[in-house]
Each structure stands twice: as C-alpha cells, then as structure tokens.
Nanobody
Framework: QVQLVESGGGLVQPGGSMRLSCEASGSVFSFNLMGWFRQAPGKLRELVAFIGRGGSTTYADSVNGRFTISRDGAKNTVYLQMNSLKPEDTAVYYC????????WGRGVQVTVSS
C-alpha cells in the first residue's frame, strides 16, 4: 500500500513564493516518477512538474522557469518550490507517483491573491 502525504500550501500574495512537500511511504521502491498535478475550480487536473529517480525533470509550460521540483530519495520526498506566483496558480495541488491515476495524495490548497 502506498501513501502520499502533502504539506505546505496556503495563501500567498502575487509574486510571492511557497514550497510544497510530499512524502511517500509504503511500497514505493518500484516507482520512478514523483511529482505534482493541480486542479483549479472548473478546470481539468493538469500536470505541473515531475522528477525521475535520476533527476530528470518535466514542467508544464505555464510554470517553467518559476517552479522547481526536487527530490530526496532517502526520504522518499518530493518538493515543489514555487516562485513568482500568479493568481492563475491558484489550485489544489496533488502529489502523484508515475503519473498514474492510482496514486494520489489528498491535495493541498494553494491560493494566490492579494
């Protein structure tokens, strides 16, 4: 059984920064990718960023250059550093493994507003 527990999130002003964390536990040794999706009200869930065990990364065009994903393999934890936040980044952010529909965290709310 796999568990994903996110932390971070909250309210931040436009232009601000925030860091999300997600710790994976359970049978996670076989997974390669860790990362994040997000879902804004009335919109489909979308990929934000992912990182492989070897450190390769993928970013959505909308966050490239502003967000940085990193990973601590020893802690089975993935981080998402979000800078220069915009109101359109407001969403629930979900941790995910291998971009699979089977493995999701509960989600954390990120609200960017003045």
């Amino acid at each position: 059984q796999v568990q994903l527990v996110e932390s971070g999130g909250g309210l931040v002003q436009p232009g601000g920064s925030m860091r999300l964390s997600c710790e994976a536990s359970g049978s996670v040794f076989s997974f390669n990718l860790m990362g994040w999706f997000r879902q804004a009200p009335g919109k489909l869930r979308e990929l934000v960023a992912f990182i492989g065990r070897g450190g390769s990364t993928t970013y959505a065009d909308s966050v490239n250059g502003r967000f940085t994903i990193s990973r601590d393999g020893a802690k089975n934890t993935v981080y998402l550093q979000m800078n220069s936040l915009k109101p359109e980044d407001t969403a629930v952010y979900y941790c995910n493994l291998d971009q699979s529909s089977r493995y999701w965290g509960r989600g954390v709310q990120v609200t960017v507003s003045s």
